[in-house]
């Protein structure tokens, strides 16, 4: 029987392409592990960059500064892009960051650098309107206790935190607080929030609403130019002020034929999309201010801000109230002549208290006015009073921008 061997030169020679190509998939896998790996990690600091410079952006637009395009990239950039794109609309910042290093065995490949992007979206939104509205406008001014101003915020709204401070102690969960910028501790009496040992309010705290008439409710823009809360008073331009009629506060009508102590009592179902003019109630409000007691005491409302008031009958035609124009702007058609407000905001507001009548006692904030002015006579007056809020949840309206910012607009990543 014959035997026969097979050439073992013939063997290596059939073995050695199936080695090199071996050699090709294991480089590709490792090269897939460590610049895949590379590739994952620079997608995450891309969109770590993006998020970090469209958030820090849009916080300095939401307070009105303008270099929100440089923070922007700045931010981007200290966190890890290699290069950046910033587009700024408003209060809105949007950022597209890119990220690149050199590439480890993808070289083989004629793949030198390894490059990610990602990109994000955040803007300055409102509160949504929904809930309960308070049917009352309200001008930028300073709390009654004269709690130092926050220049951050425009009309320099002095402002509470309520989901880590207020609402503990409104609810219950704690019996006492400190609150920044007041000596002591604060506690719960009835719905009013007091210092335990003084009785008096904390120094942020507002009278929303009362019976002075008095054009000194406002800051004119012609006046002082530079406070961001100010309003145009002369609307004609003859160099005289247009507020010929007493007092600047005002009950509003939310919707058409919507009493005040109707929107109080039964509630308003209806949106508000600022911007977006309200007719006022000029009538004897001492039903609102009983329906106000009854309803809104010891509960969050939405405040209409306003930055213009003008008096006059409101022209379709023409879109003009008075001398005012309101082109392009929503109009809650009233009856007649009437004032009328340019509402741009809604703000969070927790009631504390609501003097009606006479034999209503005196709230906390009252007491404080009347101390810090003798002369104010406390025992016939209507108020209501409580604090601004920030930090609540009650939702965003990324449908819409913050044009000023009270402390209630809140930044955000919408992208």
């Not at 960051?97 to 803007?123: C, H, M, Q, W």
Request: net charge negative.
């Amino acid at each position: 029987m014959k035997k026969f061997r097979v050439n073992e030169k013939f063997e290596i020679g059939q073995t050695l392409p199936f080695i090199v190509l071996m050699l090709f998939v294991i480089i590709g896998m490792v090269a897939l592990v460590l610049d895949g790996g590379s590739v994952m990690a620079n997608r995450r600091t891309a969109q770590v960059a993006a998020d970090s410079g469209a958030m820090a952006g849009a916080n300095r637009a939401c307070y009105g500064y303008y270099d929100a395009e440089a923070v922007a990239e700045a931010y981007a950039t200290n966190n890890g892009a290699t290069s950046t794109s910033v587009t700024v609309t408003g209060s809105t910042v949007s950022v597209e960051a890119t990220v690149e290093n050199p590439s480890f065995f993808a070289k083989i490949f004629g793949r030198e650098t390894l490059t990610a992007l990602a990109d994000a979206t955040a803007g300055c939104y409102p509160l949504k309107g929904a809930g309960a509205v308070m049917p009352v406008a309200w001008s930028c001014r300073p709390s009654v206790g004269g709690a130092g101003f926050d220049e951050g915020k425009d009309c320099q709204i002095n402002s509470l935190d309520w989901d880590g401070l207020l609402e503990p102690l409104v609810n219950g969960e704690v019996s006492s607080i400190s609150i920044p910028g007041n000596d002591g501790t604060f506690k719960m009496d009835g719905d009013e929030i007091i210092n335990r040992v003084t009785g008096d309010p904390p120094s942020q705290i507002y009278i929303l609403m009362d019976e002075e008439k008095t054009v000194d409710d406002v800051t004119c823009i012609e006046d002082n130019p530079t406070y961001p809360g100010a309003l145009v008073c002369d609307h004609d331009g003859d160099g005289q002020s247009d507020f010929r009629f007493g007092g600047a506060r005002g009950w509003l009508y939310l919707e058409d034929k919507l009493k005040p102590q109707d929107a109080l009592s039964d509630g308003f179902d209806g949106t508000l999309s600022p911007v977006i003019w309200l007719p006022s109630d000029n009538g004897n409000m001492t039903v609102a201010f009983e329906a106000a007691k009854d309803y809104v005491v010891g509960t969050v409302v939405l405040v209409p801000v306003y930055n213009q008031l003008c008096e006059g009958k409101y022209n379709a035609g023409n879109q003009t109230i008075g001398s005012c124009s309101t082109a392009g702007e929503d109009v809650s058609p009233g009856t007649g002549d009437q004032k009328y407000y340019r509402v741009i905001t809604l703000a969070p507001f927790y009631v504390t208290c609501v003097h009606a009548v006479p034999g209503d006692p005196i709230c906390s904030g009252l007491a404080l006015a009347k101390a810090l002015n003798p002369s104010l006579k406390t025992n016939k007056a209507r108020t209501i009073e409580g604090f601004f809020l920030e930090n609540i949840d009650l939702g965003l309206d990324i449908a819409l921008e913050c044009d000023v910012n009270l402390g209630n607009c809140t930044v955000s990543i919408i992208h």
